[in-house]
């Protein structure tokens, strides 16, 4: 039982808890998406990923009661939908943005199908290492529970941005998404490289997923992701194709969210709309900041359809 | 996403009429066989399985299920639209339903307005409180619960539970049904401490998991202790009250079994009685009563059990009001009342029972209440 009330201190610290809990999924899709274009192709339907992998999570773990096996689960069937987009795409003139809204429609129907009996039950969480453990403050433990989802996320952020910069492999991708022609004349398997690309993508979406489903909000429901998965899309052209963005625009992301519900439990209760819409205002804001008439968006892959 | 939607519709709507027309034939000539079983329908906004409003619906139809010579139909995530109608016709056309509960607020106006006056021989019994004697077609009716009777009880006990004095309420928008929610919890509350307060925080929509979650833990940060709602799913709120180790009171259904140390009770709908009575009515050729509204007297609301963590003591007071509710002695609303700008909005020596229509329109918030009626 927490005995105190933090007043105003609350802000900061929900700002804080809501980019680790809330900022995770995006985190997760924007990396993903951000793999998947950098080959040179649009994956709009991670949003379907994120929620298949959200339903897929809760069920198996509910089924196995391993959460991580859930966890596995949702990675599995993002790769799935990774692979059905990859292969869809590869047919010449096929739009891969057409694509990802059919898919992102199959996943999230697929999801509300299958996942009709898992809404009721209590399935097992993912456990959460408790960071804040040093101090006295019960709102500061709970505030730095941080899930070790979250960790890998922060993890792979790096790792990402490293593979793509430094590898063989990362050139491969870079190459293929900037220039087919290029590509092509290197030798490289074009449409093998963009299909890794995608269900690797995919992977990581459907883990976004599962952390939504097996730890915050932690359970499933229909209404569960409420179209997180295509903000995280829109991320990836608000962090500029670079994975170590991603991850500051999803913890900017997330605790932005917080905002709204910290300000009315400390009593300002007017402008909740106008609090809640603060993401979006900042990315306006930073779009506007950033952009010039003279070039195009730096950093984005010359094959995307939308650039041609 | 939309103009595929619209395209899917349009196609399948031509599709289907053609359909009906062959299978209204085929159906009209079977019908016979099944004369003595009567069709319910059920549609529901949501999944029925949601620990809130849908579900409390389907535990309705399913005591509607259990009765003999029935025979029910249901279904879920019916959006407000046009959908709705559609799924309507197809309940009478194809399964020759004779009675329809369209269980969510917003399948009233237009959607049952406009379907009921093309079907005389079937009745729609709406959940909403919307009918207009004289206005709307003579086979529409439409019925509601006083639940903040319930919500006034869960109120005493939250008060009597309560160690920090503090109570939280998410709500998902400022409309009168809500706001009389919020108040006659905290009037419940301040009816055993009268210092109690309880903050609100209004999230913008019935259903948004995170933003509810993100709600939940800036009030358990604030030192609250018990906290309530108003939103179409508590799950995910019940949940993490009781992770984080407060009280937590349930809305719409029994949520008790998400959380069995903190529930301390809850505001829920009674449809089992009252969709089973409505269908007893029909059955028997009785006429129906075309607007029912009525609260813990009248068996359309009621309060789930105690859970362990609420006194001898406090179960004594709210009982006690209980059964002042039952006698048809209680008024929640009565003067003088203050709302929480300082403002009296009913003034000394008047009373609003609940059927005061004046109670409809509520605007304010009461002393008391942190929080504002504004967006």
């Not at chain 2, 059990?305 to 209980?322: D, H, M, N, Q, R």
Request: glycine letters at 12%.
């Amino acid at each position: 039982m927490n005995g105190e009330a933090l007043g105003w201190w609350g802000v900061p610290l929900a700002i804080l808890g809501g980019a680790i809990r809330a900022g995770t999924p995006y985190l997760f899709v924007s990396l993903g998406e951000c793999l998947t274009e950098k080959s040179g192709r649009i994956n709009l339907g991670l949003e379907g990923n994120l929620v298949l992998g959200a339903m897929s999570a809760y069920a198996v773990s509910y089924l196995s009661g391993s959460p991580w096996l859930g966890v596995l689960a949702a990675g599995g069937t993002g790769m799935l939908l990774g692979l059905l987009h990859a292969w869809l795409c590869s047919f010449p003139k096929v739009n891969d943005i057409a694509v990802g809204i059919a898919l992102m429609l199959f996943g999230i129907g697929v999801a509300f199908f299958f996942g009709k009996p898992y809404i009721q039950p209590a399935a097992p969480h993912l456990p959460a290492l408790g960071f804040g453990d040093w101090s006295a403050s019960a709102q500061v433990r709970a505030a730095l529970e941080i899930n070790v989802l979250f960790l890998i996320g922060l993890g792979t952020a790096p790792l990402l941005g490293w593979f793509l910069a430094n590898t063989r492999w990362g050139l491969m991708v870079r190459t293929v998404g900037d220039s087919r022609n290029a590509a092509e004349a290197l030798g490289f398997p074009v449409n093998r490289v963009r299909a890794a690309a995608t269900v690797a993508g995919g992977f990581l979406a459907g883990v976004g997923g599962a952390f939504l489903s097996l730890y915050y909000p932690g359970s499933w429901n229909e209404g569960l992701s409420s179209g997180q998965g295509l903000i995280a899309v829109a991320l990836v052209v608000f962090a500029r194709w670079q994975p170590m963005r991603c991850l500051y625009a999803s913890l900017l992301f997330g605790g932005a969210g917080a905002l709204g519900p910290a300000l009315q439990s400390v009593g300002i209760t007017g402008g909740y709309y106008l609090f809640n819409a603060a993401p979006y205002v900042l990315t306006l804001l930073l779009m506007a900041a950033t952009c010039s008439p003279e070039r195009t968006l730096s950093g984005i892959p010359g094959e995307l359809s939308v650039t041609k | 996403m939309k103009v595929a939607e619209a395209w899917l519709c349009s196609f399948f709507r031509r599709g289907r009429q053609e359909w009906l027309a062959f299978l209204f034939i085929s159906f009209a000539m079977a019908a016979p066989l099944h004369a003595e079983e009567a069709v319910v329908g059920f549609l529901y906004v949501g999944s029925k399985a949601d620990y809130g409003y849908n579900q409390a619906h389907a535990q309705g139809a399913a005591a509607v299920k259990a009765m003999p010579g029935v025979k029910v139909i249901e279904e879920e995530n019916v959006p407000e639209t046009i959908a709705v109608q559609n799924s309507m016709e197809s309940m009478i056309n194809l399964d020759g339903a004779k009675l329809i509960f369209p269980t969510s607020f917003g399948y009233y106006d237009p959607h049952v307005l406009t379907v009921a006056p093309q079907y005389p021989g079937t009745t729609f019994l709406h959940a909403g409180g919307l009918y207009q004697e004289g206005k709307h077609p003579a086979n529409a009716g439409s019925y509601f619960g006083y639940i903040d009777e319930a919500q006034y009880i869960a109120g005493i006990v939250a008060g009597g539970t309560s160690k920090t004095g503090k109570l939280g309420f998410i709500a998902a928008k400022p409309i009168p049904q809500v706001l009389r929610n919020i108040n006659s919890f905290t009037l419940g509350a301040q009816s055993v401490n009268p210092k109690i307060t309880t903050q609100v925080i209004f999230t913008g929509d019935w259903a948004l998991p995170v933003k509810e979650a993100e709600a939940a833990n800036s009030l358990i940060d604030q030192g609250i202790d018990v906290i309530t709602m108003h939103v179409d799913s508590p799950k995910v709120i019940i949940e993490i009250c009781e992770r984080r180790g407060i009280y937590s009171s349930g809305y719409h259904a029994d949520q008790s079994e998400l959380a069995p140390k903190g529930y301390l009770t809850g505001a829920e709908w009674n449809w089992p009685k009252v969709y089973t009575d409505f269908v007893k009515l029909l059955q028997e050729g009785k006429p129906f009563p075309h607007l029912l509204r009525g609260g813990l007297k009248e068996g359309i609301v009621k309060n789930s059990k105690y859970g362990p963590a609420v006194s001898a003591k406090t179960i004594e007071l709210a009982e006690a009001a209980k059964a002042k509710f039952m006698a048809g002695e209680m008024v929640i609303y009565k003067g003088e009342l203050k709302d929480n700008k300082g403002k009296v909005v009913i003034p000394a020596g008047q009373s609003l029972p609940q059927t005061d229509i004046k109670l409809e329109s509520m605007d304010y918030l009461v002393a008391g209440v942190i929080g504002s009626t504004g967006s």
